[in-house]
């Protein structure tokens, strides 16, 4: 992403997980109506609650009926912190609704509605999975606070975060992800959310990859890959 402010202090970070320097069609053009972007505005977070909403009760009925399974009821967190705090993000100023971008952003995020939510295989204890949740959760929590409301799921321009959790890794949102991930697929294994996790992260991975590419024309962002050496897992990634 091109920051739209002017670069001060250094490292810098993205303000979003996917944040792009350019939109593309009526975006980019800036020449669409306004009603029509509010319309599409009010569109993507009706539907993203509604989505949430349908996954979130189907998890808690499932809970409910196996109150000791605690890493379902952090997935349904999680998915809530994920999702449920994008609906109240500012308006960006550009999107990326490119193919690539677009799948690679939503694939990504609603990738909790083909979790198998029935009892797996347990590769590690209940409890040792919910404390990688929470830590990620954790983790999650702390990333967002240091965008504010500069979080979103499609790639988008909203300014520019040099603070807090971007410091120690480049891309940290994903690294709460990922420990959350991991933490419910290895108490609840199975063909299926093996194979949505192996999507997951795969997907996650084209994202960084096409955030890094953007980003990297900016020269104070190529400073700050300097700088802060790795994308999400320290010392491997």
Same mark, same amino acid.
Request: glycine content about 10%.
């Given at each position: 992403?091109?920051?739209t +402010?002017?670069?001060?202090?250094?490292? !810098?970070?993205?303000?979003?997980?996917?944040?792009t +320097?350019?939109?593309? *069609?009526?975006? =980019?053009?800036?020449?669409?109506?306004?009603?029509?972007? /509010?319309?599409?505005?009010?569109? =993507?977070?009706? *539907?993203?609650?509604?989505?949430?909403?349908?996954? &979130?009760? /189907?998890?808690?009925?499932?809970?409910?009926?196996a109150?000791? #399974?605690?890493?379902?009821?952090?997935?349904?967190?999680? &998915? $809530?912190?994920?999702?449920?705090?994008? !609906?109240? +993000?500012? @308006?960006?100023?550009?999107?990326?609704? #490119?193919?690539?971008a677009?799948m $690679?952003?939503?694939?990504?995020?609603?990738?909790? !509605? =083909?979790?198998?939510? /029935?009892?797996?295989?347990?590769?590690?204890?209940?409890t040792?999975?919910?404390?990688?949740?929470?830590?990620?959760?954790f983790?999650?929590?702390? =990333?967002? /606070?240091?965008?504010?409301r500069?979080? *979103?799921i !499609?790639?988008?321009?909203?300014?520019?975060?040099?603070?807090?959790?971007?410091?120690?890794?480049?891309?940290?949102?994903?690294? *709460?992800?990922?420990?959350?991930?991991?933490?419910?697929?290895? @108490?609840?294994?199975?063909?299926?959310?093996?194979?949505?996790?192996? $999507?997951?992260?795969?997907?996650?991975?084209? #994202?960084?990859?096409?955030?890094?590419?953007?980003?990297s024309?900016?020269?104070?962002?190529?400073?700050?890959?300097?700088?802060?050496?790795?994308?999400?897992i320290?010392? @491997?990634f």
């Amino acid at each position: 992403m091109t920051p739209t +402010t002017p670069l001060q202090d250094l490292p !810098l970070a993205a303000s979003i997980e996917g944040a792009t +320097t350019t939109g593309s *069609g009526s975006d =980019a053009a800036g020449g669409a109506p306004g009603l029509r972007h /509010a319309l599409i505005e009010v569109a =993507a977070r009706v *539907g993203a609650a509604l989505m949430l909403s349908v996954f &979130a009760y /189907a998890a808690i009925m499932q809970w409910l009926a196996a109150p000791s #399974r605690i890493t379902l009821l952090l997935l349904v967190v999680a &998915a $809530c912190f994920t999702v449920g705090l994008s !609906l109240f +993000t500012r @308006v960006p100023m550009k999107r990326d609704w #490119r193919p690539f971008a677009f799948m $690679c952003s939503m694939g990504g995020t609603y990738y909790f !509605l =083909a979790v198998r939510l /029935a009892p797996g295989a347990q590769l590690v204890p209940e409890t040792v999975g919910a404390a990688l949740q929470l830590l990620g959760i954790f983790w999650q929590l702390f =990333a967002k /606070a240091s965008l504010r409301r500069s979080f *979103g799921i !499609l790639p988008a321009n909203r300014g520019v975060v040099s603070r807090g959790a971007y410091r120690f890794v480049r891309h940290p949102m994903y690294l *709460g992800y990922f420990l959350t991930d991991i933490g419910f697929l290895l @108490v609840n294994f199975g063909l299926q959310n093996l194979l949505v996790y192996g $999507c997951q992260f795969a997907l996650q991975v084209g #994202r960084i990859v096409r955030e890094e590419q953007l980003l990297s024309a900016d020269e104070g962002y190529r400073t700050y890959k300097g700088r802060v050496r790795y994308r999400v897992i320290p010392g @491997v990634f």
